[in-house]
């Protein structure tokens, strides 16, 4: 088995609490982002909430749903998707003090393809639109105050990463 390509030491800041991963449902890549986690030292340290399309599906019912097709915004109920997203982070602070969120984007995203416009497919390159929606959804979840158990008030750090079909990871961005 050959080695799998991950952001260089020093690229963010590894967790030394517990995390949330929001991933896509695609089943290609399963093993190569637990592989991942075990990499960041995570085993057994992260509640896993998975959305068709990841940090698009998080974001398709606010200021950038003119992205996303008619059909997709009849056919599916985005705006509960995003309350139910918020909802796992909530439980996630309370249950397991998590600090950081993981946005786990991967190549070849069939949900980019079925929500959105050909328009915004075709405006850029596949990593920069996965990049873009991971850092505006990174942006809005570390900005929302929490509080743990414990009476401590943080925000979370939020981090996305790409992962390509061969399981190789990339750092697209960090959000303190």
Known sequence: MCQKCYPATGTYPIPKKNILVLSCIDLRLTDDLLHFLHFDNLTNRYDLVT????????????????LFTNE????????????????????????????????AEHEDCGAYKQFLTKETLESTSEVDLH??????????????????????????????????LRGNVTHLCTIP
């Open 51 to 66: 959305l068709a399309g990841a940090s698009l599906s998080g974001l398709a019912a606010g200021e950038r749903k003119h």
């Open 131 to 164: 990049r873009e929606f991971a850092l505006v959804l990174g942006k809005e979840l570390s900005k929302k105050e929490h509080v743990n158990n414990k009476g401590e008030h943080f925000h979370l750090s939020v981090h996305g990463f790409y992962i390509d």
């Open 72 to 103: 997709a915004q009849t056919k599916y109920s985005f705006a509960d998707w995003r309350t139910t997203l918020d909802e796992h982070i909530d439980i996630a602070v309370a249950l397991h003090d998590i600090r950081d969120i993981y946005i």
